[in-house]
């Protein structure tokens, strides 16, 4: 939008209806308390209305039901994907490679490279390794022996994809990543920790992002797997064996403990640790800092260490608060009950 839209051209790239003036020229987009004149602004939750009386940008994206208001509005069916539209202009072609393998490359005679997909400077290409059509991979990725990147995924700077991993198509795997690596297992023998050999793999379906310094560790034996449309963030611990719906949605620093199976659609807040061997049902959502450390039915909602049903750990929280006044009434009542018991003669 850097050159400019008039709020008429951009209601016909979204789909929009506009309200008032359509002429206004637009070549940004700002937040409702920091918009400028000249500024797209937005209301994509009901809650945050009433700050657009305030706004100094020039015009605002809104859902087909917001009340009027006294700038110009461009009402859209889905606030969000048309926000997502709006950003999508804004954001600046990334520096990828172009497609093509950069000659200080190292790619395995072995391997076998599309030649739509770009390979950029230091990046490491093992044997037997299949680099899908229009695949991207950044500078400095290593993608070992027997790995295979789908088509359109991109890998950023300093990924890491070790080998036998299979990721899937449309993926984006963050910088500094590693997906494949050897699993977290030990056994305690001749007062020595030994580990446990990790001889299966990682495979990871279709449009799935997984942010920068994620892992997902290879499986001890069989696979660990990541269904397609799964969203994770940056700094996520997902663990050898462990099955990961399609659609769920793993926010920073969550950690998976091994062999945990997570439905469709599950949603784990920052910092949620799940144990070991937990199934968590299709649709669960754990609130932040929630500890999971036994089976959750579908679609509960869980909050709290250990966890437990949203409302309940509420409750528990709420009374937690109380506690010191408690304790004081209890000694009170202590104090007074003393009085009233006889003297021991």
């Known amino acids: 939008m850097s050159q400019g839209f008039t709020l008429q051209e951009l209601a016909g790239r979204l789909g929009g209806q506009v309200e008032g003036d ?40 809104v859902g087909k039901g917001h009340p009027p208001a006294h700038l110009p509005l461009l009402r859209v069916a889905n606030v969000q994907a048309a926000l997502a539209a709006v950003l999508a202009m804004l954001e600046k072609p990334a520096d990828l490679p172009a497609p093509g393998v950069h000659p200080w490359a190292v790619v395995s005679p072995q391997a076998k490279v599309d030649p739509s997909a770009a390979v950029g400077p230091f990046v490491v290409i093992g044997a037997k390794a299949l680099i899908g059509p229009r ?14 990147i789908g088509e359109e995924t991109i890998l950023y700077p300093g990924t890491v994809i070790m080998a036998r991993s ?113 199934t968590i049902g299709r649709g669960v959502q754990a609130s932040g800092f929630a500890g999971i450390v036994q089976d959750v039915p579908d679609g509960q909602k869980i909050g709290g260490c250990p966890g ?18 408690l304790r004081q009434k209890v000694r009170e009542l202590e104090h007074r009950l003393e009085k009233m018991e006889p003297k021991k003669q």
Do not use: M
């Open 166 to 278: 299979r990721i899937g198509r449309r993926c984006r795997i963050g910088p500094n990543a590693v997906i494949g690596s050897s699993g977290f297992g030990y056994f305690f023998h001749q007062g020595r920790h030994k580990p446990f050999p990790h001889v299966g793999v990682v495979e990871i379906g279709d449009d799935v992002d997984i942010g920068a310094c994620s892992c997902v560790d290879r499986a001890k034996f069989d696979v660990t797997r990541i269904g397609s449309g799964v969203k994770i963030d940056n700094l996520v611990q997902v663990a050898h064996n462990v099955q990961v719906g399609e659609n769920c949605i793993l926010v920073a620093q969550v950690g998976i403990g091994g062999s945990s199976v997570l439905g469709e659609g599950v949603v784990l807040g920052g910092h949620v640790g799940v144990r070991d061997n937990v």
């Open 135 to 148: 695949a991207v991979l950044a500078a400095h990725v290593v993608v070992e022996a027997e790995a295979a």
């Open 308 to 325: 437990v049903e949203a409302r309940q750990w509420l409750r528990v929280h709420q009374a937690s608060q109380s506690l010191p006044e």
């Open 22 to 61: 359509g002429s206004v020229v637009l070549t940004g987009l700002g937040a409702l308390e920091s918009a400028r004149p000249g500024q797209l602004t937005f209301v994509a939750d009901q809650r945050h209305a009433k700050a657009l009386a305030a706004t100094k940008a020039s015009a605002a994206l």
